[in-house]
């Protein structure tokens, strides 16, 4: 697992590129790093919840830290900015997430997973989840 991750960058798909701002990287990003000190921002949204540390025990929010190495799977963290609704346009500040691989990866997943169950629930002509 730590070896799957090291050096994982989650570049920008290329079918998405398009869909992000100009100020992508100008301003967007900096602007999330900035709010997030370099930590992983994750306080549970990818689907865990992350281990209590005791001087910040209501939060628990993951302990990733930009650049170094990652509390639990050892590999070296890159925070990446997310869009916790998947879409690229809308880079309101409570739809960025910065991130680090695993809360990433499991966030994704948790998506993928949901998705693939509409789509199922759709082919079996039953009604619109609404998701
Ligand atoms: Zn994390
Ligand atoms: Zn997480």
Known sequence: MA??????????KPENKARYPKNWKSEVVPRIRARSGNRCECTG????????????ATTLRCWAINGER????????????????HTPEDCAD?????G???????YDQKDNQRKARVTRFRKQGQEDLGV
Do not use: A, F, K
């Not at 680090?100 to 499991?106: G, I, M, T, V």
């Open 94 to 98: 409570d739809n960025l997430l910065h």
């Open 70 to 85: 990652h509390p639990i799977g050892g590999y070296r963290v890159v925070l990446t900015v997310m869009h916790l609704n």
């Open 45 to 56: 949204q990818c689907g865990i919840v992350h281990s209590i540390q005791p001087e910040e």
């Open 100 to 106: 680090c691989q695993s809360c990433h990866l499991r």
């Open 3 to 12: 070896g799957e991750l090291e050096g994982c960058t989650m570049p920008i």
